[in-house]
Structures are given as C-alpha cells and as structure tokens.
C-alpha cells in the first residue's frame, strides 16, 4: 500500500529503473530503507513450483497476479543488470552513481515482491513464496556484493 511512485532514472543514455519505490512505510516495515536486506521467513517444508493460482486473494484475479509476477520478473532483470554495472564500475569515478541505480532497482524491485506478498491469501503467498522468494534472496545477496565491493576499494 501507500505512495508508489514510477520511476525511470537514465544512466549512460538507458533507462535503468521502471519498477516501483515503496512508500517509506512500506520501506520500513520490509528494511528497506537502511538497506538491511535480511531473510524474510520462507517456508522450505512446502513442495516447489507455481501451480495455477485459483485463488489470488481479494480483488487479485489468476491475470492480474500473473501480470504483477511478470513486471517483478522484469523489475528482477533491470536490477540485477545495474548490479553488474556497478560491478564493472568498481574502482572507477562512476562506481558511486551505479552503484546508486542498482540499489535503487533493487528496492523497488523488493518492494515490489513484498507489496504482491502482502496483498495475497496464505495459500497464493505460499506459491508466490516458493516460484520467487529465491530469486528475490538472489538479489540481496548480488546486491550485497556490490556493498562490499564498495568497502574494499
């Protein structure tokens, strides 16, 4: 819920953020907002996979959830492409404003994925959970990489 803003930041002549940025509440409640990308429970003991949701939640139909997965999906891409960038970028004068955009992407993108979570039922959730909640922890560790990157040099 809250203020979800749109934004398209250009780097270096493209476009490198179109996901949304949490509202600062939202921010907050996921640790967004100082960075502290810890594990949110997961719950490992369910099998793997996304059946067909027949049951979003309320107010979220089958499409609607597979629209709003696909641009998380998308939101994924984008931030982990500004990940490697600013890894290119280490040690250069331009390491600093990409590592920005990446972890900006990389809110928006988090954001985005708690706000779907969020708005589900517990059943949806869980198959949510489970066909992205990995490639939403691959991204805090990718981004914690660019982190240290930063202190090391």
Same mark, same amino acid.
């Given at each position: 819920?809250?203020?979800?803003?749109?934004?398209?930041?250009?780097?270096?002549?493209?476009?490198?953020? *179109?996901?949304?940025?949490?509202?600062?509440?939202?921010?907050?409640?996921?640790?967004?907002?100082?960075?502290?990308?810890?594990?949110?429970?997961?719950?490992?003991?369910? *099998?793997?996979?996304?059946?067909?949701?027949?049951?979003?939640?309320?107010?979220?139909?089958?499409?609607?959830? #597979?629209?709003?997965?696909?641009?998380?999906?998308?939101?994924?891409?984008?931030?982990?492409?500004?990940?490697?960038?600013?890894?290119?970028?280490?040690?250069?004068?331009?390491?600093?404003?990409?590592?920005?955009?990446?972890?900006?992407?990389?809110?928006?993108?988090?954001?985005?994925?708690?706000?779907?979570?969020?708005?589900?039922?517990?059943? *949806? #959730?869980?198959?949510?959970?489970?066909?992205?909640?990995? #490639?939403?922890?691959?991204? #805090?560790?990718?981004?914690?990489?660019?982190?240290?990157?930063?202190?090391?040099?």
């Amino acid at each position: 819920g809250g203020d979800a803003v749109r934004c398209a930041t250009a780097a270096r002549g493209r476009v490198s953020c *179109t996901g949304r940025i949490a509202a600062p509440a939202v921010a907050q409640r996921f640790a967004i907002a100082g960075l502290d990308f810890g594990c949110r429970p997961f719950d490992r003991t369910e *099998t793997r996979g996304f059946a067909a949701a027949s049951a979003p939640g309320p107010g979220l139909d089958p499409d609607t959830l #597979k629209k709003r997965m696909d641009e998380i999906n998308d939101a994924f891409t984008e931030a982990r492409d500004e990940i490697e960038s600013a890894m290119e970028a280490v040690g250069t004068t331009y390491f600093d404003e990409d590592a920005e955009i990446a972890r900006e992407a990389v809110e928006s993108t988090l954001a985005m994925y708690y706000e779907l979570c969020e708005s589900l039922d517990e059943e *949806t #959730k869980g198959k949510t959970q489970r066909a992205m909640g990995m #490639k939403m922890e691959q991204l #805090k560790a990718e981004w914690s990489q660019v982190e240290h990157a930063h202190d090391d040099h």
